[in-house]
């Protein structure tokens, strides 16, 4: 028998189940279960766009805790300007080169951002797939700017997905990480997000962040930046607000 | 594992109580964790969750060849390793290797008690590599040469003036006894040391069998660089430390923030496993899995211990238990302290050697009410206390005292004859006199019974017993009925 055979022999003779007859999943089906997702996945489809608005607030009012900056803005335009400012008020934390790096994604180009800074020396870096020396920029960089797969409005959460030019480090190194995402990639719950990567399971590594990095280790009290950015923002592409339906509190989201 | 003395629990509670930081520190944690967690489960609504997860951890367990199975296959599918380890001693041989083939000269750690239950660190130091704890408790605990004493709060037993002492001295910074800027230079630390090392040593919250994935939560971040930037990732990961699928998981997480926490999610929950795929821009070029059985499957074999495995390692247990609460994890000389350590500690580590703790417990219940699959701890700590008394050749234990177990069967001749029973009753009563102290408790018996009172009070037996009391009281109402009857 091999290392593996031997080792799961042990285990069937602690469960009292022959040691030498090797069993499968088939024989115990209900712990494999699949369930059935099609409620979540009806509910994510026919969700309409003012729910998803409502969720968006949720998602603002959740956030505040986590110390995670929620940014609503009705186009590509407010994006990159608003990104922008994020980009120019922050200062470097490991050097005085101001360099940012962004993920090579077809949303993060079109915020042209490269064009933002023409008065400013901000290098921007993208990682592309083809680039050797992503890590180095990575490291290099104060600011990192990633499009995550979806958010979840309840726990305020991004997750991402690595993959060709989306590395794990963007989020990461920086001292400050800015997400992008359309907001009808926002999800109400956990439980969606499950569902979804239970549809189509990742090869890749996932990471589900919910604001910048934080420590309680001395005397329970918090702080922020302990090892990742310490510094976090959502910007939300909302291109259907109206002037009566913001997220300032006027119209659909009356204020409380 | 280092050897702990016979004496070593009472010392150390001692010395645990007698510490005026660590009680401030206790009581800090248990005042917002422990009554924060009960609170929490009291005003939910929906218990469902607990139940459900408590339900699919015991089924996961009851299949654990299976389960174990389709992780490693799925984890060699993506072109990651598996090693199955029996005992300590393979675990750590395997890292070693692993280490020692690839020319490791700094490794980062990611907070993992496995890697202390093995003794893992040691090891990897002799091969003259350089070994660092990331999160900022453990690095804490690394620099002052100290031990863990929380499973989720490592150094929650020192103060930030001794914190600013040790950064000071060696960081060499200026004193400071401000957490952010104690965080901030540890930070400055350990972010170089992140970026430089060559291999990342993490635990395993949970493993998920159908996905081949290793889950992995933190708040700070340094797990996720410790499986990001070094060219190899091992993880060490207990048996038992496994969900079937990704839909287990997810309520093993929820109960695992809400416990640890009071979180509704943790900063990051990372999912990894596999070197990094083709067209991946980052992550290690190589993964390992290690596998821990190191008795686990002795426990699995019991059925009246097998619900221990369950346990998510929330430390839920340790923020609401009084025993802890006073004399803190020091106490328990194992990487799992409290009323979890308590049970797990002697079923891993040896039932006689780590006899004190499951009797140093209060068996008041408050870890079953708080625990978030509610694990019933009171009854294991019960059966340990059994196995103790009247020895178990299956756990290599033997009767514990022989004038212990005499005494208690003269108690029970005793208490079960009346009149004998009450005449000592008597007699104890005005023997007892000389032994009451100041106080109006018993501090002091003779004899034998002088090992009782060495670490605990005895109220004296009441002047009038109750025996006595509830036949007057009985024979006045009897009269009462009686002379009604007469008048009546």
């Known amino acids: ?256 | 594992m280092s050897d702990v003395e016979k004496s070593a629990y009472r010392r150390d509670a001692r010395r645990g109580i007698d510490d005026e930081c660590l009680q401030s520190g206790l009581q800090k944690i248990q005042n917002r964790f422990g009554k924060g967690a009960m609170h929490y489960w009291a005003e939910t609504a929906d218990d469902g969750l607990r139940d459900r997860v408590k339900k699919s951890r015991m089924e996961t367990l009851e299949n654990l060849d299976v389960v174990l199975s389709m992780l490693a296959d799925n984890i060699e599918a993506a072109g990651g390793h598996v090693y199955y380890a029996r005992t300590a001693e393979d675990a750590v041989d395997y890292c070693r290797r692993v280490a020692v083939k690839n020319e490791v000269k700094s490794v980062v750690k990611g907070k993992s008690m496995t890697s202390a239950e093995i003794g893992l660190d040691a090891v990897l130091e002799a091969e003259g590599m350089e070994v660092t704890e990331t999160d900022l408790g453990e690095f804490i605990i690394q620099l002052g040469e100290d031990r863990p004493s929380h499973i989720i709060a490592p150094c929650i037993h020192l103060d930030r003036q001794r914190i600013g002492r040790l950064f000071q001295e060696k960081l060499d910074i200026p004193y400071s006894e401000e957490p952010p800027e104690l965080t901030q230079a540890a930070r400055r630390a350990l972010r170089k040391i992140l970026l430089e090392a060559d291999m990342g040593i993490t635990g395993c919250n949970f493993a998920v069998a159908e996905t081949g994935k290793i889950s992995l939560v933190s708040n700070e971040g340094n797990i996720r660089m410790s499986t990001t930037m070094p060219r190899i990732h091992l993880a060490l990961m207990g048996i038992e430390r496994v969900a079937a699928t990704m839909s287990d998981h997810q309520g093993m997480l929820q109960l695992l923030t809400r416990g640890a926490a009071l979180q509704k999610l943790s900063t990051y929950v990372s999912f990894v496993g596999g070197p990094r795929q083709p067209g991946d821009p980052d992550g290690p070029e190589e993964f390992h899995l290690v596998m821990i059985d190191n008795g686990r499957s002795r426990i699995l074999a019991d059925e009246e211990f097998r619900e221990v495995l369950a346990c998510i390692r929330c430390g839920a247990c340790l923020n609401i238990c009084p025993v802890y609460g006073k004399i803190g994890g020091h106490a328990y000389n194992s990487p799992y302290p409290g009323p979890i350590g308590a049970v797990v500690s002697p079923l891993l580590f040896g039932i006689n050697r780590y006899a004190d703790l499951c009797k140093g417990e209060s068996l008041c219940g408050a870890c079953l009410d708080v625990c978030p699959v509610r694990i019933d701890l009171p009854r294991m700590l019960l059966a340990l206390r059994r196995k103790l008394a009247y020895g178990d050749p299956a756990w290599q234990t033997t009767r514990h005292k022989w004038l212990e177990a005499m005494g208690f069967r003269l108690w029970r001749t005793l208490i079960a004859s009346g009149p004998a029973y009450r005449l000592a009753l008597r007699c104890a009563g005005l023997l007892q006199k000389p032994f009451i102290s100041k106080s109006g408790m018993i501090k002091k018996m003779a004899g034998p019974a002088s090992a009782w009172t060495r670490d605990r009070d005895l109220p004296p037996l009441a002047s009038e017993p109750f025996s006595r009391r509830w036949k007057k009281k009985y024979s006045q109402a009897a009269k009462a009925t009686s002379s009604e009857v007469d008048n009546g």
């Open chain 1, 1 to 256: 028998m091999d290392e593996k055979g031997a080792f799961l022999a042990t285990i069937r003779e602690a469960l009292g189940y022959p040691g030498e007859e090797v069993r499968t999943a088939g024989e115990c089906r209900r712990l494999f279960d699949p369930g059935d997702d099609g409620d979540i996945f009806d509910r994510i489809t026919y969700r309409t766009h003012v729910e998803k608005q409502s969720l968006l607030k949720l998602m603002m009012e959740n956030a505040v805790p986590l110390n995670l900056g929620v940014h609503p803005v009705r186009s590509f335009a407010a994006a990159a300007r608003t990104i922008g400012d994020i980009v120019s008020a922050a200062r470097p934390e490991f050097g005085d080169i101001r360099q940012i790096i962004q993920h090579d994604d077809d949303d993060i180009a079109r915020l042209q951002l490269w064009k933002k800074f023409a008065g400013q020396a901000v290098t921007v870096h993208t990682s592309y797939q083809a680039d050797m020396a992503v890590r180095e920029k990575a490291i290099a960089s104060y600011v990192g700017i990633t499009a995550p797969r979806w958010a979840v409005a309840d726990s305020a959460t991004i997750v991402e997905i690595t993959g060709p030019g989306r590395p794990r480090s963007t989020s990461l190194l920086p001292s400050v990480h800015i997400a992008l995402l359309r907001i009808e990639h926002l999800l109400a719950d956990l439980g969606e997000a499950y569902a979804l990567l239970r549809k189509n399971p990742p090869q890749e590594s996932v990471v589900f962040i919910s604001g910048p990095s934080k420590t309680a280790d001395i005397e329970a009290h918090m702080v922020h930046g302990a090892h990742g950015p310490r510094e976090m923002h959502l910007v939300v592409i909302d291109e259907r607000m109206t002037a009566d339906r913001n997220y300032q509190g006027s119209g659909l989201f009356p204020a409380e």
